[in-house]
C-alpha cells in the first residue's frame, strides 16, 4: 500500500513538473497531474527497458516519472494534433 501511495505523490509531481515544461498542451493541471501518475509508471518502465540508471531515491522517481510524463503528453499531443487537423478540412 505504501508503495502505491508513494507512486501517486510522486506521479503528481511528476505531472505538475510536466504541466509546467509544457505549458500550451491545453490539459490543465488535474488532467496533467493524472497523466503524471501514468508518467511514473510509463519512466519507470521506458528507464528500465533501456538500461539507464539515474540512481536511486526520490529524486530519480522524478526524473524518470516526468519524463514518462512528458513523453505522454508529447504522444496525446501528437494524436490530437492529428484529430484537430482533420476537421479542419
Not at 500550451?24 to 503524471?36: E, H, K, R, V
Not at 509508471?41 to 510524463?69: H, M, P, R
Request: charged content about 15%; aromatic content about 8%; some cysteine.
Amino acid at each position: 500500500m505504501d508503495g502505491l501511495l508513494y507512486t501517486i505523490i510522486i506521479g503528481a509531481v511528476c505531472g505538475y513538473i510536466a504541466d509546467v515544461l509544457m505549458s500550451d498542451n491545453g490539459y490543465g493541471l488535474i488532467l496533467s497531474i493524472i497523466i503524471g501518475i501514468a508518467g511514473s509508471f510509463v519512466g519507470t518502465w521506458a528507464f528500465g527497458e533501456l538500461g539507464i540508471s539515474v540512481g536511486s531515491g526520490w529524486i530519480s522517481d522524478i526524473i524518470k516519472g516526468a519524463s514518462g510524463a512528458i513523453i505522454i503528453l508529447f504522444i496525446l499531443g501528437l494524436v490530437r494534433g492529428r484529430r484537430s487537423g482533420r476537421r479542419r478540412r
